[in-house]
T-cell receptor, first 114, second 114 residues
């Protein structure tokens, strides 16, 4: 099974700043996704990170706010830009090896914006 | 649009008692269904999944789930709950024809009485 490392595991940031979260997988994977889990809420998909091309964003999420990179098949970053307290959430990286297989999740990054 | 409903926000059971967590989905085609568990401060761990075939699926930690197409349900069960099962449980459906994005239910928090 894929092992996912997310960094940082948690951070406290000032409003108006940006934070970049890294997701490293120990094997090449086809699909990588970024989810947000707001306090006491379920997980919501932010975007699909596409290798070598622009990410595909879900409704309600835009590239200017959540720029994503995926330079290769094992690594992706999510940036939370111009943060506000409403961005305080857990952000999780997820990977799939193809339809019909298990989705693996990182431990998440707990972000608090003050 | 695809959706997942978990009607119970909280459930409390006594240790050793049986457990059933409800999940209903809305999806036009044959769904790929999952149950994940999230312990405090932890990432998501897959308990079990249904893709096709036998509608009764066995998972880890003694959990099982039954896919009932006529009821659009995928309820999670365990015959005897352990105190360590206290956690948040999420039902999810894989959406999309060409990707493997997960749509999560709102979650059910399980509390276990000693």
């Amino acid at each position: 099974s894929a092992v996912i490392s997310q960094k940082p595991s948690r951070d406290i940031c000032q409003r108006g700043t940006s934070l970049t979260i890294q997701c490293q997988v120990d094997s090449q994977v086809t699909m990588m996704f970024w989810y947000r889990q707001q306090p006491g809420q379920s997980l919501t998909l932010i975007a699909t990170a596409n290798q070598g091309s622009e990410a595909t964003y879900e409704s309600g999420f835009v590239i200017d706010k959540f720029p994503i990179s995926r330079p290769n098949l094992t690594f992706s970053t999510l940036t939370v830009s111009n943060m506000s307290p409403e961005d305080s959430s857990i952000y999780l990286c997820s990977v799939e090896e193809g339809r019909g297989t298990e989705a693996f999740f990182g431990q998440g990054t707990r972000l608090t914006v003050v | 649009a695809q959706s997942v409903t978990q009607p119970d926000i909280h459930i409390t059971v006594s240790e050793g008692a049986s457990l059933e967590l409800r999940c209903n989905y809305s999806y036009g085609a044959t769904p790929y269904l999952f149950w994940y568990v999230q312990s405090p401060g932890q990432g998501l761990q897959l308990l079990l999944k249904y893709f096709s075939g036998d509608t009764l699926v066995q998972g880890i930690k003694g959990f099982e789930a039954e896919f009932k197409r006529s009821q659009s349900s995928f309820n999670l069960r365990k015959p005897s709950v352990h105190w360590s099962d206290a956690a948040e449980y999420f039902c999810a459906v894989a959406a999309g024809d060409s990707s493997y994005k997960l749509i999560f239910g709102s979650g059910t928090r399980l509390l276990v009485r000693p």
